[in-house]
Structure formats: structure tokens, C-alpha cells
């Protein structure tokens, strides 16, 4: 939609010109991080209590982040035993090691995850999903899955990253609930991206998280790019 985003640009510096040109907040414009949040309670029923938003340049900023956050040298990542490249050069890069689970007709395989876990203990950090139309298989958890996934990550203490790029594709069924639509425990980070949706080029994409995880997350992108895009 060329026209409209054009319209949008130019409302945005007739009304906030300096603001625009200026270098923005670290952690993302303000007016945008309470549109996301009140944007996921209605859309995705994400309880904005408890937690916070991070802007990032798309979701590709978030894959780096999380490993940066949440690993130390040699920890474990799990995920999908086929699942997007770009995060696992995320994950290497940031010396964390991917071990690929098992798959089915209806997403990773609940046994071989359990299994995982105990097998691999505390090296574990997080488990990497991408519940919605999964890259490259296509697969989307279904609900009662995605609550086991969940109760696992409790039962034996790790995160969830759920990167959600794609869920707003969907042309017919009925949306899934988000796995961090019934997080109590503080366990799930939410990605999400305008990549797909609106146009990859704005680079603009957020993650959901407790308040805890997102200032530290913060805290290091601001070492990487000194601040969030504005305009």
C-alpha cells in the first residue's frame, strides 16, 4: 500500500519533524509499545501485566538478543529439528549450541522433548518455536500442545521464545491462542515482526516479555544500534 505508508510519512513529519529526525529511545517509542500492548490483549489475549515491549529493527534483531540475554557459552538452545537458519546462525553466533527435536504432523514431538530435557538438564536455556505456519514445514501447534510445550518449560525450567512472524497469514480456520497467552510463570518471550504484514523493508518488529527480561534485553541493544527507529 504505497499510498497510504507515503500519507503516514508525511503526517508524521508535518506533526513531529525534530522528533523523527532525532535518535529514539532504546527501548522504542512510547505511543508504539502501549498500540503493541493493547494490540495483543485484544488480538492474541497477551495480559500486558507483568510484562513489557521491546521495538526492534524485525524479528531478526530479537533472534540475536534472547541467546545474548539468556545463554552463557555452551548452553543449549532447543528447537524444531527443522527450523528457520537465520535463527540458528543467531543462536552459534552467539556461542549457544541448537539441538533439533523431533517433528510431527502437528509440531515437535512432546516425548522427544521431554526427553531432551532430561537428557540435557540445566544446559538448557530456552526452547525456539515458531508456532504458526512453521519455516519451512508449515506446521501450526494446535492448543493443547502448545500448553504442554508450556508445561514442560515450567516442570523443567527453561524459556520459550515464540517467534510469531507469520500468524496473521492465516486465510481460514481459527487463530491458535498464543503460547504466551497462558504464561503465569514469566517463561515466554513473544516475537513478532510487521515484516510479512506490512512491508519488510520498515524493518520493525517487538518482542514481549517479562519486565526483568526486557531491561536487559534493552539494556544490550542499546549497545548494538543506539536506539529504536522513530519514524
Do not use: H
Amino acid at each position: 500500500p504505497v499510498d497510504d505508508i507515503r500519507r503516514m510519512n508525511d503526517l508524521v513529519y508535518e506533526r513531529v519533524p525534530k522528533y523523527a529526525l532525532q535518535y529514539g529511545p532504546t527501548q522504542g517509542d512510547p505511543g508504539f509499545i502501549d498500540l503493541m500492548k493493547k494490540r495483543l490483549e485484544k488480538v492474541k489475549g497477551i495480559n500486558p501485566e507483568g510484562n513489557d515491549i521491546l521495538v526492534t529493527t524485525g524479528s531478526q534483531n530479537i533472534l540475536t538478543l534472547t541467546p545474548m540475554t539468556l545463554c552463557d557459552d555452551g548452553d543449549i538452545v532447543l528447537c524444531e529439528e527443522f527450523t528457520y537458519m537465520g535463527a540458528l546462525s543467531c543462536m552459534r553466533g552467539m556461542l549457544a549450541e541448537p539441538y533439533g527435536v523431533k517433528v510431527d504432523e502437528d509440531g515437535i514431538n512432546l516425548d522427544a522433548l521431554e526427553e531432551a530435557c532430561k537428557k540435557l538438564g540445566s544446559k538448557v536455556k530456552y526452547l525456539y518455536l515458531i508456532p504458526n505456519f512453521q519455516n519451512p514445514m508449515g506446521v501450526t501447534i494446535p492448543v493443547e500442545k502448545r500448553k504442554a510445550i508450556y508445561d514442560l518449560a515450567c516442570k523443567y525450567d527453561f524459556m520459550i521464545l515464540e517467534d510469531d512472524p507469520y500468524g496473521e497469514l492465516r486465510y481460514k480456520g481459527e487463530p491458535v491462542p498464543a503460547i504466551k497467552s497462558f504464561d503465569k510463570e514469566g517463561r515466554v518471550l513473544y516475537a513478532c515482526s510487521f515484516s510479512k504484514i506490512l512491508a519488510s523493508g520498515i524493518r520493525l518488529g517487538y518482542v514481549c516479555a517479562p519486565k526483568e527480561v526486557i531491561g536487559k534485553m534493552t539494556a544490550l541493544k542499546g549497545n548494538l544500534d543506539s536506539g529504536s527507529p522513530v519514524s
